[in-house]
């Protein structure tokens, strides 16, 4: 049986593409869509091109009987966002009934496999690879843009988690907070950790990631809880958080609580101009570093804790 959808059309900062999304997931959404740019194929872009300041997202909900109740609710919880994304309101959201081809052929354009570090791909269920060597592979298919590896801090993170296990011995022990899709988790039970913990204050990302690790066959090393931070173990050689700027600095104890000494600890989900007030907050704690990456608009921060 084919699933029927309303496509809502929302036009988005780009600064606020994560934290909208967050929201559309909360009511239910089950997929978004980033509108790509548009590039002439005989004219090279220019580097120094600004990007577009606004983007269109494509929100999927399950088609019910009342599309403007749908409409309105979404409406609500945007506008009550407005005010943390500059730039937001007035909204502009556009809305249509669709069939579940019209938008999963679309997903299958524009994602396919990853490479991340010397060791690890992500990729689609409907690509076909076969790793060589040392190569490990994580199969995803897009729910929300932010887990599938795509997304530039989700990107970031992988990368960072790669890089630990370039060389043995690798870390056995990883904490995720805010797991979402469970693809970092994932990432590290495949590239060779043994105790992965994934939490999420959020169900449906809870049921996410227990699917996901259940598809890559993951799940016999793998905890995924939606039970809060600060009432999980310690003990940790990792911990990764892929949340707000301003979460990672609330959490900023109960994260650096639970590594290990020695251990390493991943931060992102920040905007460049935000790097100075995480690191400011972490400068309290007993960490080494940070070891900060890029892309686009995005920062990661890798500290080592001492001891």
Known sequence: MKKAWFELNIQVPSVGIDLVCNELAELGCEGVTVEVRELDTFVVPDPDEAPPE???????????????????????RLTWLGPLVPGLLPLTIESRP???????????????AVRIGKRLIVKPTWESLTPVADEVVVNIDPGMAFGTGTHGTTRLCLEALANLYETPPYPARVLDVGTGSGILAIAAAVLGGQRILACDIEEESCRTATAN???????????ITGESLESLEDGFDVVVANILAEENIRLGTELTKRLVPGGTLI????????????????????LAGPIVSREAEWICLRYRKEG
């Not at 081809?101 to 396919?112: L, R, T, V």
Request: glycine share 2%; hydrophobic share 40%.
């Open 54 to 76: 606004k983007y269109w997202i494509k929100a999927y909900f399950p088609r019910t009987d009342d599309q403007a109740d749908l409409e309105e609710t979404v409406t609500d």
């Open 98 to 112: 669709v069939k579940n081809e019209d938008w999963a052929e679309g997903w299958k354009q524009h994602f396919s």
């Open 213 to 223: 690790a259940q598809l890559n066959n993951v799940i016999d090393r793998m905890e």
């Open 267 to 286: 931060l992102s989900g920040i905007l460049q101009e935000k790097q100075l007030l995480v690191t400011d907050a972490f400068a309290e704690f007993d």
